[in-house]
């Protein structure tokens, strides 16, 4: 029988750094790494439903709202295939629970992913850093900018770490992507304590 995969999910707020890391962890990890997340996620939509999976806190597209269920379930039941399949996968993604009504998504996420093993990994990131990043790459105006945050970064900060169940949280503010890859290979190496964050918010 084949043994799955090790799934490490980074989540955080956008601008983060997570990327970065999950491109660190393709380059410096053993075996093969699918990188499945946001970025993935959305490609696939049209313009249309966009933001897709990266709708922002703050119920500002609550039309869109009713399809986000489905489409995180779409990505974790991929995520649940290529794991089973042998395959190691590493996910950005920034959860959270802000829309104008709560769809507790992440704790149905965590049930499709029961039985597998999943290092949920809080990928911390300061204002300052996050708002450099952004002014710096505004990828067309998708990414707000501006000399101070605006009011739709700010909420991403504290409502992408709500409930903050996490096996590690990293600081990519006060390290590089490969620091931070290096720190999840040693948790991943120590072993992971149970119940596991994920465990724990199936369990929710």
């Not at 029988?1 to 393709?26: C, D, E, F, Y």
């Not at 499945?36 to 709708?55: F, H, Q, R, T, Y």
């Not at 990414?143 to 590690?168: C, M, N, S």
Request: aromatic share 6%; net charge neutral; charged share 15%.
């Amino acid at each position: 029988m084949q043994a799955p995969g090790q799934i490490v999910i980074l989540n955080g707020a956008p601008r983060a750094g997570k990327t970065s890391i999950a491109r660190a962890i393709q380059n410096q990890f053993d075996g093969v790494w699918i990188n499945l997340g946001v970025d993935a996620c959305n490609a696939m939509l049209p313009s249309s439903l966009l933001p897709g999976i990266g709708l922002r806190p703050g119920g500002e597209r609550p039309d869109l709202e009713p399809l986000l269920p489905s489409l995180f379930a779409a990505l974790y039941g991929a995520i649940n295939a290529h794991a089973r399949l042998g395959l190691n996968v590493v996910v950005d993604v920034g959860h959270h629970d802000g829309y104008s009504r709560p769809l507790g998504i992440l704790p149905a996420c965590a049930r499709q992913l029961s039985g597998l093993p999943v290092l949920f990994v809080g990928v911390y990131c300061g204002l300052e850093t996050i708002m450099a990043r952004r002014n710096a790459e505004p990828n067309g105006g998708l990414y707000l900018g501006g000399e101070t945050a605006p009011a739709p970064v700010k909420r991403w900060q504290t409502a992408v770490h709500r409930p903050g169940i996490y096996d590690l949280c990293v600081h990519a503010d006060q390290m590089d992507p490969a620091q931070c890859a290096k720190t999840i290979a040693e948790k991943l190496d120590g072993g992971i304590a149970r119940p596991s964050a994920f465990e724990r918010l199936a369990a929710g």
